[in-house]
């Protein structure tokens, strides 16, 4: 694998901001699972369901 040439990777939306987000290595077993670009979405999502 060449470093920096990401196009080959699978991408993903953000549930909460709708950006597309690349595959990463950390994300390899749970990537079915993963929904959020960044920790700052995933805690911004986990508080609008509090407020609603």
């Not at 690349?22 to 960044?38: F, I, M, P, Q």
């Not at 700052?40 to 609008?48: M, T, V």
């Amino acid at each position: 694998m060449t470093r920096g040439n990401r196009s080959h990777l699978p991408q993903k939306p953000c549930v909460s901001c709708g950006r597309p987000f690349t595959w990463r290595r950390k994300w390899a077993r749970d990537w079915d699972r993963v929904r959020y670009c960044s920790e700052r979405c995933r805690r911004a999502r986990s508080s609008r369901k509090e407020a609603d």
